[in-house]
């Protein structure tokens, strides 16, 4: 019953004890979430939020511990029609217009500007712990896609032959170079460091935002530039979070350096018919 083979191919050249497993999981895993769901449907109905996490959506109530300080604890009961009156009296979230913008976002760069918290964790979570997180991966990325590229174009730091690899195998290259080990050692203290900077703004001991580290160079001194340079800074490392997951998916599945679609023989022949990245690596 309930096979329809759609996914057979994972099960093959497995042991029969390996099969048995993976259906025990899938049904085990079906009746979880027929549970879950029905959780989902009555503390929606319940508390009148049409947005997860449901318990934990109205303000001007005590604050909840450690990642949920900047949110409210729920309250025991069912909720009244006022609060969901109060839920319709929101603001609504411009990125998404049907969904309503978290309180937690107020005042916040970026927050009623943008309003994207689909899943509705800034409910859940310390709104200052999601921005300082959001910010360093957008950093992380904006670093990797420029150097993702930089190595795909053929600039390298060293003529070592340990350098001479493409951008998909420079992992493992560092593995057997030895230079994992060292770079999780400083990053380790620099996380450190990072951790220890945002507990004591958490105790209110600093009057320090998620993500800054006190550097200022090119900086605006003015209000209004301060505000619209961590926009930029916000928007930029969004993209370029999507960006580099873009990269990698494209390098893994063509095999080829940047800009993985458009290289070698797979360009036009005649130059009118080619892009700008053909053009540059194809004479006519």
């Known amino acids: 019953p309930g096979n329809f083979e759609f996914g057979s191919g994972f099960l093959k050249g497995k042991s029969d004890k390996e099969v048995y497993d993976m259906k025990l999981k899938e049904l085990n895993n079906g009746r979880l979430a027929m549970m879950a769901f029905a959780g989902i449907a009555t503390q929606s109905a319940v508390t009148g939020n049409m947005s997860f996490p449901w318990m934990a959506h109205r303000q001007g109530l005590n604050r909840g511990p450690g990642l949920a300080s900047g949110v409210a604890l729920a309250t025991s009961g069912l909720a009244s029609r006022s609060s969901a009156t109060q839920l319709r009296a929101y603001k609504m979230s411009k990125a ?17 500007d943008e309003g994207f918290d689909p899943m509705g964790f800034s409910y859940a979570f310390d709104i200052r712990w999601l921005r300082e997180a959001e910010l360093k ?10 150097g993702w590229i930089s190595t795909d174009l053929g600039m390298r730091v060293s003529d070592n032959a340990a350098f001479q690899v493409s951008s998909i195998d420079a992992h493992l290259s560092m593995v057997k170079f030895g230079s994992m080990s060292q770079m999780l050692v400083w990053l380790g203290f620099a996380e450190l460091f990072g951790f220890m900077a945002m ?17 200022r160079a090119l900086y605006p001194k ?23 997951g873009g990269i990698v998916t494209a390098a893994v599945l063509t095999g080829k350096p940047w800009p993985f679609f458009a290289v070698g023989e797979s360009c036009p022949k005649t130059a009118g018919d080619r892009s700008t990245f053909c053009g540059g690596l194809q004479k006519a």
């Open 222 to 244: 003015d209000e209004a530039g301060q505000h619209q340079m961590q926009l930029k800074e916000l928007r930029n490392g969004r993209l370029a979070m999507l960006a580099y």
């Open 96 to 112: 998404v217009p049907f969904l309503p913008l978290s309180p937690a976002m107020d005042g916040v760069v970026g927050g009623e």
């Open 137 to 146: 991966h957008g950093r992380i990325c904006m670093l990797a896609t420029v």
């Open 199 to 215: 507990i004591r703004m958490y105790q209110g001991k600093t009057d320090r935002a998620a993500g800054d580290f006190g550097l």
